[in-house]
């Protein structure tokens, strides 16, 4: 019986030893999991896997948001700040569109390129040039909050200071200028654009898209040696969401002493080939363009240019009828209940198109 016994006992132990292998061989055994055995292993948890860029894009990206920043005068010049939303209507290419979102702008960070032209075509004017823009730089920038850089041009653009907030620093590089050589115009708006204003420094903790670009051009407007042409240009300003102010250099200017307060003729009244790319390159882009007779028109110029830019309104709407086609649509804005008030907004934007990479983070004036 002792041996039976025994002999059981082997055979039960023999069966029990047999299940348990077949048991931790079985897919549908309970063994520890991948991530159960990572959570074993010292050192850090695991990460799950990154979103793809396709789905930051299905997070980031929300609705085609277009935003467009604007000033008011009256009749007389002047600007209009006290307006309210129910005072405009906008229009998409014909279509009108409920505003969204509306403000005055008064306090916007501003990014400004200064952009002098230094051909031989304006060498008696430079000093003018000069001091009128470091005037104008001292009297706007404000430190840790505004930023400019300088660009100079004649057969090609270049950058004398990169963005700062040191008004010194730009006035120190200004006064270094010297006159010579052709006019690219076109080219040193286009390389303003894409290379120093399409991403501009952000400010501490804002979204990259609440600083106002701005772009004050010096120059007569006779461009002769650009590879880009005027369109190209412009279509770089709305594409990064640029705004230019052009002050004419056509005339030759002279001091108000010098002037004959019997010849209306002294004023500045007819606009030369140059003059009309100017006045174009700022209406297309919601700025304004000056035509300074005196040198003290110049100073008013740039002053009025500082008052713009502290009494802005800024709208926003989402287009009923956008289609992501690529393509340029027209923007209107109206003040029906003002007659003679003139709204000054770039005409229009182009939308982004679909799978195509924009030459800026917010190539058609949206917001993300």
């Known amino acids: 019986m002792r041996r039976i016994f025994i002999s059981v006992v082997l055979t039960l132990a023999l069966l029990l030893a047999a299940a348990s292998d077949r048991a931790q061989q079985s897919p549908g055994a309970a063994a520890p999991s991948k991530r159960q055995d990572a959570a074993q292993q010292p050192g850090p948890p695991p990460q799950e896997p990154a979103p793809t860029r396709q789905d930051q894009g299905k997070i980031t990206q929300v609705v085609n948001l277009v935003d467009v920043l604007f000033t008011v005068l009256n009749r007389r010049n002047k600007l209009v700040p006290d307006l309210d939303k129910n005072d405009f209507k906008i229009f998409d290419d014909k279509t009108q569109q409920a505003i969204r979102y509306f403000s005055r702008q008064t306090d916007l960070p501003l990014r400004i390129g200064l952009l002098m032209d230094t051909s031989n075509s304006i060498r008696d004017r430079l000093k003018f040039e000069q001091d009128a823009a470091i005037s104008f730089l001292f009297s706007v920038i404000r430190h840790n909050r505004d930023q400019a850089f300088v660009m100079t041009f004649d057969d090609e653009p270049s950058i004398l200071q990169g963005f700062t907030d040191d008004a010194g620093r730009l ?26 204003l399409s991403h501009p420094p952000r400010p501490p903790g804002d979204q990259p898209d609440v600083v106002r670009r701005v772009m004050i051009l010096i120059s007569d407007g006779d461009d002769n040696l650009s590879n880009h042409t005027r369109s190209e240009a412009i279509e770089m300003a709305q594409r990064t969401s640029v ?126």
Do not use: M
């Open 171 to 196: 006035r120190d590089e200004i006064v270094k200028t010297r006159a010579g050589g052709g006019t690219a115009v076109y080219d040193a708006i286009y390389d303003a654009c894409e290379k120093q």
């Open 243 to 368: 705004v230019l102010y052009t002050i004419s250099t056509s005339t030759q200017w002279i001091q108000l002493s010098q002037t004959n307060p019997e010849k209306a003729a002294d004023r500045k009244t007819h606009l030369t080939e140059g003059d009309k790319v100017l006045k174009d390159l700022a209406e297309e882009t919601g700025g304004r363009a000056f035509f300074p007779y005196h040198v003290d028109d110049l100073d008013q110029s740039f002053q009025d240019i500082g008052d713009e830019l502290r009494n802005q309104y800024s709208i926003a709407y989402i287009p009923t009828n956008y289609l992501s086609d690529g393509k340029y649509h027209k923007i209107r804005i109206e003040v029906p209940e003002h007659k003679g008030y003139q709204v000054r907004a770039r005409r229009g934007y182009f939308a982004k198109a679909t799978n195509s990479a924009p030459p800026n983070s917010n190539p058609s004036g949206s917001t993300k």
